[in-house]
């Protein structure tokens, strides 16, 4: 190299690795994927299992359905950026998947996405869909087909997709195995590690409910499945259904509480029952304990330009940003999707997704570095 011409030299050869990684890890997750490509070398260098840990990998898009029946298919699949600006970083008709009649978003879990999809005709006896799991990666389009579970003949199950690169390569999917009431009697594990489903017998006691209206969010934190039951309640359960615990809700006599995560806690949100308009925001920021600490209050006045706008009916809270204080809604006939800035109580409108857009809205972190292969 040092024979070489000024001119001719490489000056990030000259970098070292440590160097190297520092500058990827200030750069935005669409550069550090487009540097991949500069040189073998540099494509190592980003796929070290060590280097992954600092680069950045966060919340990024949002993926979402519309129906319309004016169009020819009347549903479509959307993706769109966390900014509203630019081409979106993936192309959501999920072509890269086995052929199938329909694909239907399930969940999205650190970048892999949980999808449910049927490849077969109706059952012309009892009218039941055909379907299997299938989780893939979006942003390195690899997936992977998971054995059928042991339902039974025409049953549906709340599916949740569990997977935290930091924690292990392997990703779990679960399903709360419900009774005639929709009390949840147990919990159906899959792991990528064995290649198995588990059933494994509730350990939270009887009438459990898991919530699944009122857009739930349902969070995997800590090694952890955590799910808001009818009773104001967080039902928490670990990958292998041997740790059970139940985290009360701050304020229970609240209406509506959901959850999410944000910068490695637990969140709440719930509304003030004598303020129809009062938006509070918790942190459990010591998981061991069950003391939430009052993070924020808002009115949804002040959100909506003083539009009377209620929790649940004229707007969702979609996303928590992982590593900011900065919310996500939409609300609206439009849909339209906004994020409001906590710090500076600072309110930006995104993009209108459209009236016959629909739940879920599922938030995307894009995962370039791990394979499906390695949890397979």
């Not at 990024?60 to 970083?89: M, Q, W």
Request: aromatic fraction near 12%; charged fraction near 25%.
């Amino acid at each position: 190299m040092e024979d070489l011409p000024m001119g001719r030299r490489n000056p990030a050869a000259s970098l070292t690795d440590d160097l190297v990684v520092e500058i990827l890890r200030r750069l935005p997750v669409r550069s550090v994927c487009r540097f991949k490509r500069v040189c073998r070398s540099w494509r190592n260098l980003i796929a070290d299992r060590e280097h992954r840990k600092k680069l950045p990998q966060t919340l990024s898009d949002f993926f979402y359905k519309s129906s319309n029946g004016e169009r020819c298919p009347c549903s479509a699949h959307h993706f769109t950026n966390v900014s509203g600006k630019g081409i979106p970083l993936i192309y959501p008709s999920f072509s890269f998947l086995p052929q199938c009649d329909t694909v239907v978003p399930l969940d999205c879990c650190n970048g892999l996405l949980c999808r449910c999809f049927q490849p077969g005709p109706n059952n012309s006896d009892d009218e039941v869909w055909v379907f299997h799991y299938v989780v893939c990666n979006p942003a390195t389009k690899e997936w992977v087909m998971l054995p059928d579970a042991n339902w039974a003949n025409g049953e549906t199950r709340i599916a949740c997709l569990c997977f935290d690169p930091a924690i292990s390569s392997h990703f779990h999917v679960l399903e709360y195995v419900e009774a005639e009431y929709e009390d949840v009697t147990g919990v159906e594990i899959y792991s990528s590690e064995t290649g198995l489903w588990t059933l494994h017998v509730s350990g939270w006691g009887d009438d459990v409910v898991v919530r699944h209206w009122a857009n739930p969010r349902r969070v995997f934190l800590n090694g952890f499945l955590h799910s808001v039951t009818g009773a104001a309640d967080i039902v928490v359960v670990d990958m292998e259904g041997k740790k059970w615990r139940t985290i009360a809700m701050p304020e229970p006599e609240g209406d509506t509480g959901i959850i999410h995560q944000t910068q490695g806690c637990l969140c709440a949100f719930n509304v003030d029952p004598h303020d129809i308009f009062k938006l509070s925001i918790w942190i459990l920021e010591d998981y061991d304990t069950d003391n939430w600490i009052l993070k924020h209050t808002v009115s949804s006045l002040r959100l909506f330009g003083g539009k009377e706008y209620r929790f649940g009916f004229d707007y969702q809270i979609i996303a928590v940003h992982p590593e900011c204080n900065l919310i996500f809604f939409v609300y609206g006939w439009d849909k339209t999707l906004m994020a409001y800035e906590m710090d500076r109580k600072k309110v930006r409108v995104i993009r209108n997704l459209g009236h016959d857009s629909f739940e879920p809205y599922l938030p995307y972190v894009p995962l370039f570095n791990e394979s499906l292969a390695d949890g397979c």
